[in-house]
Each structure stands twice: as C-alpha cells, then as structure tokens.
C-alpha cells in the first residue's frame, strides 16, 4: 500500500520541504472567495471570478479527488529579515524573494509530476491525480492550512511554525484515500505587525487582502496605468513587495535553501535607471527563465519609470528620454500609454512639480 509517510519520504528527496495531506472536502473557508471577490478586492485579476467555482471544490478541479497532498517549498536565500534593504533616494530596485530565482511554477511542476510518476510505480492500484502550483484552479492555502503545513498568518500567508512563511505551495490533488495530517494551529495571537507595516494599507483587516491597494497587485497584476496616489507608495518596488512577510516574527530566523533553483541571477538591487536604458530584448535577458516572463515587459518598464521617478534624483531625468540608450525602436514594444503616462509623471517627480 502506497502511504502518506512514504510518499512524504519522496517529496523530501525531490526537493520538497514540506509534506502534508489533507482530505478533499470542502472546508467552510474555500466559500470565503466568493466574499473577497463580491468585495472588489480582485481589481484586474478575472481570471479568478472565471473559475471560482473550481477553487470553491477541489472536487471540480478532480471529480474523483479524496485527498489532497500539499507541498512548502522554501524558497529563501536571505539570512536576514529586514524590511528596507536600500537607502531612501536609491533607485536600485527591489524584487520579491519568490521571484528572484527560476521559475517556481516550471520547477516545481516538474518536481510533482517526478513524485505522481513514482506513486505510480509504488501504488497496487490505479488512481487519478492531478497537481498544481499557483496557476491552477486551486485554493492552496486552504488546503496547507489542512494539510498541517502552516496557519494562514493575518498576512495571508502560510507561516510554519519551524521555517517560517518563505514558501512556495503546491500540491497534488489524489483518489488515493491517504491518512490525513491535523491542521496547523494558529499562532499569530495578538500580533499586528504586518497590518501595521502595510505602506499601502492593503491589508484591511487580518487575513483581509485588498489586492488593488497592494504592492505586488500593482507592480504585476494590473496592466492599466498604477493610481497616482499609489505611485509614491511603490518606493524602489519593481516586482511584488515582501515586507508584511519580512517583519513577522515567525521569519526571523527563517529557513534558507540552498536549493540552486532558488539562487537565480542578481536582479534585486540593480539600478532602474540602468535597466530603462536598456532595449526590450536585454530586459528580457534579465528576467529570462524567472516567473517574471509571465506578464508583459511593459509592466517592468512601468514600473522602473515609477521608480526613477521616486528616487528624488533629478539627475536621471534625462535618462528617461532614452529608453534602450534612445536607439530606435529598442523599447518600441515596450512604450506602451500607461508606460508613457508613467514616464510623465515621474518627469514631474524629478522637477518637484
Ligand atoms: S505585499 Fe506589501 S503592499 Fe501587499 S499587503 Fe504585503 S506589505 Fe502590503
Ligand atoms: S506579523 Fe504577526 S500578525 Fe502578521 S502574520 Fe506574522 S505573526 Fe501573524
């Protein structure tokens, strides 16, 4: 018989973790999306009005579904925890961990699909499974909340108890009936602290996301030029924002991988104003082979303009006439209105209008 102790062994051999199940029911806080998307608290994202009701049954993402295997992927490389790793007037960029590394759905994916092929092997009998990380129709958190890997902290992130929230979940969804794990308790108790530390005040209420007020939304999500109210608010951000996972305690000390997949080139803490010289195809060797691939360029572009335009340094307004150092059509594909819109504002930034 094919166990979940066994299969936990070989998750931790390919590269996982954590290891975890959970039965396939439907937990009352899988209706909970419904709630936060009637809210407006998905701004862009409609992809995740479209399939609601999958991610409201795991049961609709896999008819036959009786549990559910959930996996943490430490993706950390940083020993230390702060919340503002660059001087103020810095134009150099700041990038969210998950992101600087390769391509966490690709590695992953292919991680889950070498765990499926050897249940296969090992299981007497046939089953269905069906994995998946971030882009499927899944609610994970949910489940790895069930599957005792982590509580979900007031900063909707899985934090666990030993190493910490700088994880990737995924998962695979199974008709192997497995022994299921007891759900992680919650240990946030009285704290606020990423409420507190929110630049952008997204973070409405505990465990309450605002996705259109926050950072990570705005620097990916949206394709429609960033509110200029929020523009500020960006600081050095050119992808996603890390701080309400940076000042919880249960980080401090947190789990490094040493995991190369995780050790991407260096993209954090590059200049912006470096990077807007640059054409669109040598913007797309920086970020080549990352998750970054899987928006538009036209939203780094963006948000690189924002970013010169907040670093208060009047001398790189020049530079944002040259975007790929002005040869032509070097950024053509890139320069799109709000990109445009955010070239003029940041103009305005620099010469104090
Ligand atoms: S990622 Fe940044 S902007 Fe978004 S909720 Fe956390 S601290 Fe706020
Ligand atoms: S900072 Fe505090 S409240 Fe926020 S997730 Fe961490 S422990 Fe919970």
């Keep these: 018989m094919l166990t979940a102790e066994a299969i936990r062994q070989r998750a931790r051999e390919l590269g996982f973790d954590l290891c975890g199940v959970a039965p396939a029911i439907g937990f009352p806080e899988l209706t909970w999306l419904q709630e936060w998307l009637a809210r407006g608290y998905a701004g862009e994202m409609d992809y995740l009005e479209k399939s609601a009701d999958v991610r409201a049954d795991i049961r609709r993402f896999l008819p036959s579904a009786r549990s559910v295997i959930v996996m943490g992927t430490v993706y950390n490389t940083e020993q230390e925890s702060g919340t503002r790793d660059q001087g103020s007037g810095s134009d150099a960029i700041r990038v969210a961990r998950y992101a600087r590394g390769q391509d966490y759905h690709k590695v992953i994916e292919d991680r889950l699909i070498e765990l499926i092929d050897w249940m296969q092997e090992e299981s007497p009998e046939p089953f269905d499974a ?7 129709q899944v ?28 994880l990737f979940l995924s998962g695979i969804a199974t008709s192997l009936v497995l022994e299921p794990d007891a759900p992680a308790v919650d240990r946030c108790g009285s704290c606020t602290l990423c409420i507190d530390a929110c630049p952008t005040g997204a973070l409405v209420d505990a465990r309450q996301l605002d996705a259109t007020k926050c950072i990570s939304y705005l620097t990916i999500e949206t394709n429609a030029g960033i509110p200029e109210p ?8 050119a992808w996603g924002c890390d701080i309400c996972q940076a000042v919880c305690p249960w980080n401090l000390g947190a789990a490094v991988t040493a995991d190369p997949a995780w050790h991407g080139p260096l993209r954090h803490g590059l200049s912006a104003a470096g990077l807007w010289e640059r054409s669109d195809d040598e913007l797309h060797e920086v970020i080549k082979g990352s998750a970054m691939t899987y928006v538009p360029l036209s939203r780094l572009r963006r948000n690189l ?24 059509n070097a950024a053509r594909s890139t320069l799109t209105p709000a990109v445009q819109d955010a070239v003029a504002w940041a103009r305005q930034q620099l010469a104090g209008e």
């Design 130 to 136: 069906a994995q998946f990380v971030d882009k499927h």
């Design 139 to 166: 609610q994970e958190r949910v489940f790895a909340h069930h599957a005792g890997i982590g509580w979900v902290g007031k900063n909707c992130c899985v934090i666990n108890p030993g190493l910490g929230s700088w």
């Design 230 to 237: 929020q523009r500020p608010l960006l600081e050095q951000h």
């Design 305 to 328: 303009a924002v970013i010169i335009g907040n670093s208060g340094n009047a001398s790189l307004a020049g530079v944002l006439d040259r975007p790929g150092r002005g040869r032509k």
